[in-house]
Protein backbone atom coordinates (compact mmCIF):
# COMPACT_ATOMS: atom_id res chain seq x y z
CA UNK A 1 0.00 0.00 0.00
CA UNK A 2 1.28 3.56 -0.66
CA UNK A 3 2.31 5.77 1.98
CA UNK A 4 0.08 7.75 4.21
CA UNK A 5 0.23 11.13 2.64
CA UNK A 6 1.44 10.49 -0.79
CA UNK A 7 -0.65 10.57 -4.11
CA UNK A 8 0.65 8.15 -6.51
CA UNK A 9 -0.24 8.93 -10.54
CA UNK A 10 -0.05 4.99 -11.55
CA UNK A 11 2.63 5.55 -14.63
CA UNK A 12 1.71 2.09 -16.48
CA UNK A 13 -0.39 3.35 -19.10
CA UNK A 14 2.62 4.88 -20.94
CA UNK A 15 3.73 4.74 -24.71
CA UNK A 16 7.15 5.04 -23.89
CA UNK A 17 6.89 1.79 -21.62
CA UNK A 18 8.02 -0.91 -24.31
CA UNK A 19 4.91 -3.30 -22.69
CA UNK A 20 2.26 -0.44 -23.30
CA UNK A 21 3.54 0.51 -26.31
CA UNK A 22 3.44 -2.93 -27.72
CA UNK A 23 -0.36 -3.24 -26.54
CA UNK A 24 -1.06 0.20 -28.08
CA UNK A 25 0.68 -0.61 -31.46
CA UNK A 26 -1.41 -4.01 -31.40
CA UNK A 27 -4.52 -2.15 -31.06
CA UNK A 28 -5.00 -3.74 -27.68
CA UNK A 29 -8.03 -2.05 -25.69
CA UNK A 30 -8.80 -4.82 -23.00
CA UNK A 31 -4.79 -4.61 -22.38
CA UNK A 32 -4.96 -0.87 -21.68
CA UNK A 33 -7.93 -1.33 -19.27
CA UNK A 34 -6.32 -4.15 -17.44
CA UNK A 35 -3.67 -1.70 -16.55
CA UNK A 36 -5.94 0.89 -15.36
CA UNK A 37 -7.60 -1.73 -13.42
CA UNK A 38 -4.53 -3.10 -11.86
CA UNK A 39 -3.97 -0.02 -10.84
CA UNK A 40 -6.75 0.67 -9.66
CA UNK A 41 -7.08 -1.84 -7.29
CA UNK A 42 -3.32 -1.30 -5.97
CA UNK A 43 -4.32 2.00 -4.77
CA UNK A 44 -3.17 4.43 -7.50
CA UNK A 45 -4.64 7.80 -6.42
CA UNK A 46 -4.97 8.79 -10.41
CA UNK A 47 -4.22 6.78 -13.38
CA UNK A 48 -1.78 8.24 -16.25
CA UNK A 49 -2.74 8.34 -19.40
CA UNK A 50 0.00 9.25 -22.23
CA UNK A 51 -0.37 7.80 -25.45
CA UNK A 52 2.66 9.38 -27.55
CA UNK A 53 2.51 10.39 -30.47
CA UNK A 54 -1.09 9.35 -31.78
CA UNK A 55 -4.04 10.72 -32.95
CA UNK A 56 -6.43 12.88 -30.47
CA UNK A 57 -9.07 10.73 -31.07
CA UNK A 58 -7.48 7.64 -29.23
CA UNK A 59 -6.79 9.75 -26.09
CA UNK A 60 -10.09 10.73 -26.11
CA UNK A 61 -11.51 7.16 -26.55
CA UNK A 62 -9.00 5.98 -23.90
CA UNK A 63 -10.17 8.48 -21.20
CA UNK A 64 -13.76 7.24 -22.12
CA UNK A 65 -13.01 3.98 -21.84
CA UNK A 66 -11.13 3.85 -18.60
CA UNK A 67 -13.39 5.73 -17.02
CA UNK A 68 -15.68 2.94 -17.80
CA UNK A 69 -13.62 0.41 -15.74
CA UNK A 70 -12.24 2.81 -12.64
CA UNK A 71 -13.99 5.54 -11.05
CA UNK A 72 -10.05 6.88 -10.21
CA UNK A 73 -9.43 10.46 -11.92
CA UNK A 74 -7.08 10.31 -14.49
CA UNK A 75 -4.18 12.12 -15.45
CA UNK A 76 -4.02 13.30 -18.99
CA UNK A 77 -0.24 13.01 -20.21
CA UNK A 78 0.82 15.22 -23.11
CA UNK A 79 2.65 17.94 -24.14
CA UNK A 80 0.14 18.09 -27.32
CA UNK A 81 -2.26 20.69 -27.36
CA UNK A 82 -4.38 18.87 -29.06
CA UNK A 83 -4.16 15.54 -27.89
CA UNK A 84 -4.63 17.29 -24.20
CA UNK A 85 -7.63 19.29 -25.55
CA UNK A 86 -9.48 15.60 -26.69
CA UNK A 87 -8.86 14.02 -23.54
CA UNK A 88 -9.97 16.68 -21.26
CA UNK A 89 -13.55 16.70 -23.92
CA UNK A 90 -13.80 12.95 -23.12
CA UNK A 91 -12.81 13.66 -19.44
CA UNK A 92 -16.00 13.11 -17.30
CA UNK A 93 -15.66 14.27 -13.75
CA UNK A 94 -19.15 12.78 -12.29
CA UNK A 95 -17.65 9.31 -13.04
CA UNK A 96 -14.39 10.07 -11.07
CA UNK A 97 -16.25 11.44 -7.81
CA UNK A 98 -16.39 15.13 -8.79
CA UNK A 99 -12.73 14.95 -8.93
CA UNK A 100 -10.78 17.10 -11.81
CA UNK A 101 -8.45 15.37 -13.62
CA UNK A 102 -4.01 15.95 -13.95
CA UNK A 103 -2.79 17.84 -16.80
CA UNK A 104 0.49 16.27 -17.04
CA UNK A 105 2.29 19.27 -17.61
CA UNK A 106 2.59 22.49 -18.41
CA UNK A 107 6.36 23.82 -18.83
CA UNK A 108 7.36 27.40 -19.01
CA UNK A 109 8.19 26.89 -22.40
CA UNK A 110 4.28 26.03 -23.26
CA UNK A 111 2.19 28.77 -21.13
CA UNK A 112 -0.61 28.38 -23.99
CA UNK A 113 -1.95 25.32 -22.67
CA UNK A 114 -3.54 27.45 -19.47
CA UNK A 115 -5.54 28.24 -22.59
CA UNK A 116 -7.30 24.40 -22.47
CA UNK A 117 -8.70 25.19 -18.62
CA UNK A 118 -11.79 26.75 -20.63
CA UNK A 119 -12.36 22.95 -21.90
CA UNK A 120 -12.60 21.74 -18.48
CA UNK A 121 -10.68 22.44 -15.02
CA UNK A 122 -8.03 20.48 -13.74
CA UNK A 123 -4.89 20.24 -11.71
CA UNK A 124 -2.33 21.13 -13.61
CA UNK A 125 1.69 19.82 -13.30
CA UNK A 126 3.92 22.85 -13.66
CA UNK A 127 7.33 22.26 -14.47
CA UNK A 128 9.67 24.54 -12.49
CA UNK A 129 13.02 22.72 -13.57
CA UNK A 130 13.39 24.68 -16.49
CA UNK A 131 12.42 28.79 -17.50
CA UNK A 132 12.67 31.00 -20.11
CA UNK A 133 14.89 33.51 -20.19
CA UNK A 134 15.22 36.21 -22.98
CA UNK A 135 13.01 34.12 -25.38
CA UNK A 136 15.12 30.87 -24.79
CA UNK A 137 14.83 28.00 -22.72
CA UNK A 138 17.43 27.24 -19.68
CA UNK A 139 17.19 24.86 -17.44
CA UNK A 140 17.23 25.69 -13.80
CA UNK A 141 20.78 24.49 -12.11
CA UNK A 142 20.14 25.98 -8.80
CA UNK A 143 16.95 26.19 -5.74
CA UNK A 144 16.61 29.69 -5.94
CA UNK A 145 15.69 29.68 -9.96
CA UNK A 146 14.16 26.83 -9.27
CA UNK A 147 12.04 28.51 -6.41
CA UNK A 148 11.66 31.96 -8.96
CA UNK A 149 10.14 29.67 -11.78
CA UNK A 150 7.38 27.94 -9.08
CA UNK A 151 6.42 31.15 -7.87
CA UNK A 152 6.24 32.82 -11.86
CA UNK A 153 4.81 29.39 -12.73
CA UNK A 154 2.03 29.66 -9.81
CA UNK A 155 1.05 33.26 -10.22
CA UNK A 156 0.53 32.28 -14.35
CA UNK A 157 -1.38 30.27 -13.65
CA UNK A 158 -3.75 31.99 -11.33
CA UNK A 159 -3.80 34.68 -14.14
CA UNK A 160 -4.83 31.82 -16.86
CA UNK A 161 -6.94 29.91 -14.96
CA UNK A 162 -9.79 31.86 -13.18
CA UNK A 163 -11.10 29.85 -9.71
CA UNK A 164 -8.24 28.03 -9.01
CA UNK A 165 -6.46 27.22 -5.72
CA UNK A 166 -3.15 26.57 -4.61
CA UNK A 167 -4.85 23.22 -3.98
CA UNK A 168 -5.04 22.14 -7.63
CA UNK A 169 -1.73 23.08 -8.43
CA UNK A 170 1.18 20.19 -8.89
CA UNK A 171 4.96 21.51 -9.11
CA UNK A 172 7.06 19.28 -10.43
CA UNK A 173 10.64 20.37 -9.71
CA UNK A 174 12.30 18.02 -12.09
CA UNK A 175 14.05 14.99 -10.77
CA UNK A 176 17.09 13.33 -12.53
CA UNK A 177 18.66 9.67 -12.61
CA UNK A 178 20.57 9.81 -9.41
CA UNK A 179 23.80 7.75 -10.70
CA UNK A 180 24.53 10.49 -13.50
CA UNK A 181 23.92 13.65 -10.80
CA UNK A 182 27.46 14.61 -10.91
CA UNK A 183 26.02 18.26 -11.27
CA UNK A 184 24.19 18.47 -7.75
CA UNK A 185 20.81 18.36 -9.28
CA UNK A 186 19.16 16.48 -5.82
CA UNK A 187 20.62 19.12 -3.83
CA UNK A 188 18.59 21.53 -6.42
CA UNK A 189 15.63 19.88 -5.82
CA UNK A 190 15.48 19.41 -2.08
CA UNK A 191 16.89 22.99 -1.29
CA UNK A 192 14.61 24.52 -4.19
CA UNK A 193 11.66 22.32 -2.33
CA UNK A 194 12.77 24.07 1.12
CA UNK A 195 12.06 27.26 -0.23
CA UNK A 196 8.98 26.44 -2.08
CA UNK A 197 7.84 25.03 1.78
CA UNK A 198 8.66 27.81 3.37
CA UNK A 199 6.74 30.48 1.54
CA UNK A 200 3.53 31.08 2.85
CA UNK A 201 1.80 32.30 -0.77
CA UNK A 202 2.93 28.84 -2.03
CA UNK A 203 1.07 26.96 1.13
CA UNK A 204 -0.58 23.74 0.37
CA UNK A 205 0.07 23.61 -3.42
CA UNK A 206 1.22 20.33 -3.85
CA UNK A 207 4.76 18.81 -5.67
CA UNK A 208 5.20 15.94 -7.53
CA UNK A 209 8.22 13.99 -9.38
CA UNK A 210 8.26 11.15 -12.09
CA UNK A 211 10.28 8.72 -8.95
CA UNK A 212 10.86 5.81 -11.42
CA UNK A 213 13.44 8.37 -13.25
CA UNK A 214 15.01 8.69 -10.18
CA UNK A 215 17.10 5.71 -10.50
CA UNK A 216 16.93 4.37 -14.02
CA UNK A 217 20.25 2.94 -15.11
CA UNK A 218 21.08 1.61 -11.73
CA UNK A 219 21.27 -2.24 -10.54
CA UNK A 220 17.78 -3.57 -9.42
CA UNK A 221 19.76 -5.33 -6.42
CA UNK A 222 23.04 -4.39 -4.46
CA UNK A 223 25.50 -6.74 -4.46
CA UNK A 224 24.64 -8.19 -1.62
CA UNK A 225 20.97 -8.97 -3.27
CA UNK A 226 19.08 -6.37 -1.05
CA UNK A 227 16.74 -4.47 -3.35
CA UNK A 228 18.25 -0.63 -4.66
CA UNK A 229 16.23 0.87 -6.51
CA UNK A 230 13.14 0.75 -4.65
CA UNK A 231 15.18 1.29 -1.48
CA UNK A 232 16.64 4.44 -2.72
CA UNK A 233 13.44 6.03 -4.40
CA UNK A 234 12.26 5.28 -0.67
CA UNK A 235 14.98 6.79 0.74
CA UNK A 236 13.93 10.08 -1.34
CA UNK A 237 10.78 9.97 -0.32
CA UNK A 238 11.94 10.09 3.12
CA UNK A 239 13.79 13.44 2.24
CA UNK A 240 11.59 14.77 -0.01
CA UNK A 241 8.10 14.57 1.61
CA UNK A 242 8.91 16.66 4.79
CA UNK A 243 9.56 19.47 2.13
CA UNK A 244 6.21 18.91 0.33
CA UNK A 245 6.48 16.17 -2.28
CA UNK A 246 3.08 14.53 -1.69
CA UNK A 247 2.59 13.12 -4.85
CA UNK A 248 4.51 10.82 -7.63
CA UNK A 249 4.27 9.75 -10.86
CA UNK A 250 5.58 6.06 -9.88
CA UNK A 251 4.76 2.17 -10.57
CA UNK A 252 1.87 0.46 -8.35
CA UNK A 253 4.06 -2.62 -8.27
CA UNK A 254 6.79 -1.14 -6.16
CA UNK A 255 6.97 -0.37 -1.94
CA UNK A 256 7.42 2.84 -1.20
CA UNK A 257 8.31 3.70 2.55
CA UNK A 258 9.33 5.85 4.65
CA UNK A 259 12.97 4.96 6.06
CA UNK A 260 13.71 4.89 9.78
CA UNK A 261 16.54 7.52 10.57
CA UNK A 262 20.40 5.64 9.90
CA UNK A 263 18.77 3.46 7.42
CA UNK A 264 21.95 2.36 5.04
CA UNK A 265 20.49 3.70 1.73
CA UNK A 266 19.26 7.50 3.43
CA UNK A 267 22.82 7.28 4.88
CA UNK A 268 23.69 7.08 1.07
CA UNK A 269 21.78 9.71 -0.35
CA UNK A 270 22.23 12.58 2.41
CA UNK A 271 25.76 11.89 1.53
CA UNK A 272 25.39 12.16 -2.05
CA UNK A 273 23.77 15.23 -1.41
CA UNK A 274 27.02 16.61 0.84
CA UNK A 275 29.13 15.94 -1.87
CA UNK A 276 30.44 17.20 -4.96
CA UNK A 277 30.49 15.44 -8.33
CA UNK A 278 31.95 12.45 -8.69
CA UNK A 279 32.42 12.15 -4.92
CA UNK A 280 28.76 11.77 -5.10
CA UNK A 281 28.97 9.18 -7.49
CA UNK A 282 31.15 7.02 -5.97
CA UNK A 283 29.79 7.01 -2.62
CA UNK A 284 26.17 5.59 -4.55
CA UNK A 285 28.25 3.20 -6.17
CA UNK A 286 29.91 2.27 -3.40
CA UNK A 287 26.72 1.52 -1.72
CA UNK A 288 25.77 -1.22 -4.03
CA UNK A 289 28.78 -2.54 -5.25
CA UNK B 1 59.26 0.12 -16.89
CA UNK B 2 55.93 0.33 -15.29
CA UNK B 3 53.38 -2.34 -15.82
CA UNK B 4 51.02 -1.16 -18.58
CA UNK B 5 48.45 -3.26 -17.47
CA UNK B 6 47.76 -1.19 -14.29
CA UNK B 7 46.88 1.84 -16.73
CA UNK B 8 44.09 -1.02 -18.65
CA UNK B 9 43.08 -1.87 -14.88
CA UNK B 10 42.41 1.49 -13.04
CA UNK B 11 40.77 3.23 -16.49
CA UNK B 12 38.21 -0.30 -16.11
CA UNK B 13 38.14 0.37 -12.57
CA UNK B 14 37.87 3.92 -12.69
CA UNK B 15 40.23 5.07 -10.96
CA UNK B 16 41.33 8.64 -11.95
CA UNK B 17 44.22 8.99 -9.85
CA UNK B 18 45.73 5.89 -10.57
CA UNK B 19 45.82 6.20 -14.13
CA UNK B 20 46.94 9.75 -14.47
CA UNK B 21 50.03 8.48 -12.49
CA UNK B 22 50.53 5.43 -14.57
CA UNK B 23 50.68 7.45 -17.49
CA UNK B 24 53.39 10.10 -16.32
CA UNK B 25 55.67 7.64 -14.89
CA UNK B 26 55.11 5.65 -18.18
CA UNK B 27 55.92 8.55 -20.33
CA UNK B 28 58.80 9.65 -17.81
CA UNK B 29 60.11 6.23 -18.78
CA UNK B 30 59.74 7.01 -22.65
CA UNK B 31 56.74 5.19 -23.00
CA UNK B 32 55.07 5.75 -26.83
CA UNK B 33 51.77 8.02 -25.89
CA UNK B 34 50.03 6.65 -29.08
CA UNK B 35 50.38 2.66 -27.32
CA UNK B 36 49.19 3.92 -24.36
CA UNK B 37 45.89 4.62 -25.76
CA UNK B 38 45.00 2.00 -28.37
CA UNK B 39 46.39 -0.61 -26.11
CA UNK B 40 45.52 -0.17 -22.96
CA UNK B 41 43.45 2.48 -22.74
CA UNK B 42 40.85 2.54 -25.55
CA UNK B 43 40.84 -1.46 -24.77
CA UNK B 44 39.93 -1.08 -21.40
CA UNK B 45 36.95 1.06 -22.02
CA UNK B 46 35.72 -1.62 -25.10
CA UNK B 47 35.45 -3.84 -21.80
CA UNK B 48 33.68 -0.94 -20.01
CA UNK B 49 30.95 -1.21 -22.59
CA UNK B 50 30.98 -4.55 -22.83
CA UNK B 51 30.02 -4.76 -19.20
CA UNK B 52 28.01 -2.00 -19.27
CA UNK B 53 25.85 -3.77 -22.04
CA UNK B 54 25.84 -7.08 -20.24
CA UNK B 55 24.80 -5.21 -16.73
CA UNK B 56 27.66 -6.07 -14.81
CA UNK B 57 28.27 -1.95 -14.95
CA UNK B 58 25.78 1.11 -14.34
CA UNK B 59 25.48 4.40 -15.48
CA UNK B 60 27.95 5.09 -12.28
CA UNK B 61 30.54 2.71 -13.42
CA UNK B 62 30.27 3.96 -16.11
CA UNK B 63 30.91 7.58 -15.91
CA UNK B 64 33.85 6.77 -13.48
CA UNK B 65 35.77 4.70 -16.07
CA UNK B 66 35.43 7.70 -18.69
CA UNK B 67 36.67 10.22 -15.96
CA UNK B 68 39.67 7.83 -15.47
CA UNK B 69 40.39 7.69 -19.15
CA UNK B 70 39.76 11.39 -19.81
CA UNK B 71 42.16 12.48 -16.59
CA UNK B 72 44.88 10.35 -18.63
CA UNK B 73 43.87 12.02 -21.66
CA UNK B 74 44.42 15.05 -21.10
CA UNK B 75 47.95 14.41 -20.54
CA UNK B 76 48.66 12.01 -23.50
CA UNK B 77 46.46 14.45 -26.81
CA UNK B 78 48.72 17.74 -26.58
CA UNK B 79 51.55 14.75 -27.44
CA UNK B 80 49.49 12.88 -30.30
CA UNK B 81 48.51 16.33 -31.47
CA UNK B 82 52.11 17.56 -31.30
CA UNK B 83 53.17 14.55 -33.37
CA UNK B 84 50.40 14.99 -35.76
CA UNK B 85 48.27 11.72 -35.04
CA UNK B 86 44.34 12.09 -36.06
CA UNK B 87 41.65 10.67 -33.80
CA UNK B 88 39.13 8.25 -35.41
CA UNK B 89 36.89 10.69 -36.08
CA UNK B 90 35.85 13.96 -34.83
CA UNK B 91 31.69 13.66 -33.87
CA UNK B 92 29.91 16.93 -33.25
CA UNK B 93 27.17 15.98 -30.83
CA UNK B 94 24.30 18.05 -29.00
CA UNK B 95 20.80 17.84 -28.12
CA UNK B 96 18.67 19.35 -30.87
CA UNK B 97 17.09 22.60 -30.58
CA UNK B 98 14.25 23.06 -27.84
CA UNK B 99 15.24 20.01 -26.21
CA UNK B 100 17.20 21.05 -22.65
CA UNK B 101 18.17 17.27 -21.53
CA UNK B 102 21.74 16.42 -21.23
CA UNK B 103 22.13 13.18 -19.59
CA UNK B 104 22.26 10.79 -22.63
CA UNK B 105 24.53 13.37 -24.56
CA UNK B 106 27.13 13.43 -21.75
CA UNK B 107 27.54 9.63 -21.21
CA UNK B 108 27.39 9.13 -25.13
CA UNK B 109 30.18 11.78 -25.13
CA UNK B 110 32.02 10.41 -23.08
CA UNK B 111 32.04 7.11 -24.41
CA UNK B 112 33.06 8.44 -27.87
CA UNK B 113 36.24 10.28 -26.02
CA UNK B 114 36.75 7.27 -24.37
CA UNK B 115 36.60 5.39 -27.47
CA UNK B 116 39.18 7.35 -29.34
CA UNK B 117 37.36 10.06 -31.30
CA UNK B 118 37.14 13.60 -30.35
CA UNK B 119 34.47 15.15 -29.04
CA UNK B 120 32.65 18.65 -30.40
CA UNK B 121 30.29 19.44 -27.72
CA UNK B 122 27.55 21.56 -29.01
CA UNK B 123 25.52 21.39 -25.61
CA UNK B 124 21.56 21.45 -25.32
CA UNK B 125 19.10 23.58 -27.51
CA UNK B 126 21.66 23.69 -30.58
CA UNK B 127 20.58 24.22 -33.90
CA UNK B 128 21.28 23.46 -37.21
CA UNK B 129 23.40 26.23 -38.11
CA UNK B 130 25.91 25.18 -34.98
CA UNK B 131 26.02 21.91 -36.00
CA UNK B 132 26.94 22.92 -39.82
CA UNK B 133 29.39 25.40 -38.19
CA UNK B 134 31.15 22.14 -36.68
CA UNK B 135 31.33 20.56 -39.96
CA UNK B 136 32.40 23.41 -42.01
CA UNK B 137 35.30 24.96 -39.25
CA UNK B 138 36.29 22.66 -37.02
CA UNK B 139 35.54 19.64 -40.21
CA UNK B 140 33.68 17.49 -37.62
CA UNK B 141 32.63 14.11 -39.43
CA UNK B 142 30.23 12.43 -37.67
CA UNK B 143 27.14 14.28 -36.01
CA UNK B 144 25.12 12.77 -32.74
CA UNK B 145 21.74 13.88 -32.57
CA UNK B 146 20.32 13.56 -28.82
CA UNK B 147 16.32 14.06 -28.28
CA UNK B 148 14.73 13.01 -25.23
CA UNK B 149 10.94 14.16 -25.78
CA UNK B 150 8.58 13.09 -28.75
CA UNK B 151 7.69 16.87 -29.15
CA UNK B 152 11.59 17.90 -29.97
CA UNK B 153 11.93 14.18 -31.96
CA UNK B 154 11.11 16.09 -35.11
CA UNK B 155 14.31 18.51 -34.65
CA UNK B 156 16.41 15.71 -35.58
CA UNK B 157 14.17 15.61 -39.17
CA UNK B 158 14.44 19.25 -39.14
CA UNK B 159 18.40 19.42 -38.50
CA UNK B 160 19.22 16.75 -40.99
CA UNK B 161 17.24 18.55 -43.59
CA UNK B 162 18.86 21.59 -43.02
CA UNK B 163 22.36 19.95 -43.39
CA UNK B 164 21.52 18.78 -46.90
CA UNK B 165 20.26 22.58 -47.74
CA UNK B 166 23.95 23.58 -47.05
CA UNK B 167 25.35 20.72 -48.76
CA UNK B 168 27.31 19.29 -46.01
CA UNK B 169 24.84 15.83 -45.83
CA UNK B 170 26.98 13.99 -47.34
CA UNK B 171 30.65 14.68 -45.80
CA UNK B 172 28.76 13.28 -42.87
CA UNK B 173 26.98 10.58 -40.83
CA UNK B 174 24.08 11.47 -38.84
CA UNK B 175 23.90 9.27 -35.58
CA UNK B 176 20.85 9.71 -33.30
CA UNK B 177 19.43 8.29 -30.02
CA UNK B 178 17.01 9.19 -27.39
CA UNK B 179 14.11 7.75 -25.13
CA UNK B 180 11.33 8.52 -27.50
CA UNK B 181 14.05 7.92 -30.92
CA UNK B 182 13.87 4.02 -32.42
CA UNK B 183 15.61 2.78 -35.18
CA UNK B 184 12.76 2.96 -37.31
CA UNK B 185 12.55 6.49 -37.34
CA UNK B 186 16.43 6.54 -37.61
CA UNK B 187 15.18 5.15 -41.29
CA UNK B 188 12.67 7.56 -41.63
CA UNK B 189 14.18 10.65 -41.14
CA UNK B 190 17.27 9.68 -42.92
CA UNK B 191 19.48 9.63 -40.45
CA UNK B 192 22.81 7.09 -41.04
CA UNK B 193 22.01 5.13 -37.72
CA UNK B 194 20.32 4.37 -34.55
CA UNK B 195 22.12 3.50 -30.91
CA UNK B 196 20.21 2.93 -27.99
CA UNK B 197 22.59 3.04 -25.32
CA UNK B 198 26.06 5.17 -24.81
CA UNK B 199 28.36 1.88 -25.50
CA UNK B 200 26.59 0.80 -28.75
CA UNK B 201 27.02 4.92 -30.02
CA UNK B 202 30.21 4.02 -29.86
CA UNK B 203 30.40 0.85 -31.88
CA UNK B 204 27.63 2.32 -34.46
CA UNK B 205 30.08 5.14 -35.09
CA UNK B 206 33.02 3.23 -35.45
CA UNK B 207 31.32 0.65 -38.18
CA UNK B 208 29.89 4.20 -39.41
CA UNK B 209 33.42 5.61 -40.14
CA UNK B 210 35.47 2.95 -41.34
CA UNK B 211 32.92 2.07 -44.26
Known amino acids: ?289 | MSDLQQLYTAVLDGNARASKAIVEQALAEGADPQVLVTQYMIPAMDEVGRRFESNEYFVPELLISARAMKTALQIITPLLTAKGAQPIARVAIGTVKGDLHDIGKNLVSAMLEGGGFQVLDCGVDVAAEKFIEAIKTKQANVVALSALLTTTMPMMKTTIEAFKTAGVRGQIKVIIGGAPVTQKYAEEIGADGYADNASSAVTLARSLVSK
Not at chain 1, 121 to 137: A, D, H, K, N, T
Not at chain 1, 255 to 279: I, N, Q, S, T
Open chain 1, 1 to 289: MPIKGLSIIGESINDSVPSTRKLFDDGNMEGLLALARSQDEKGAAYIDVNIGRREPSLMAGLVRKIQGVSSKPLSIDTPDMEIAAAGLHAYDAQRAGGRLPVLNSISPLRPEMFSLFKIKPFMPILMISERVEGGQSAPNRTAEETFRTARDMVLEARRACPGITNEHLILDPGICPVGSDSEGNLKRLLDGMHLIHDDPDLKRVHASVGLSNFTVMLPQKTRKGMPLRSTLESAFLTLAMPLGVDMIIGSMARKYERLPPGHPALACLEDFVRMDGFDAILRLKDFYS
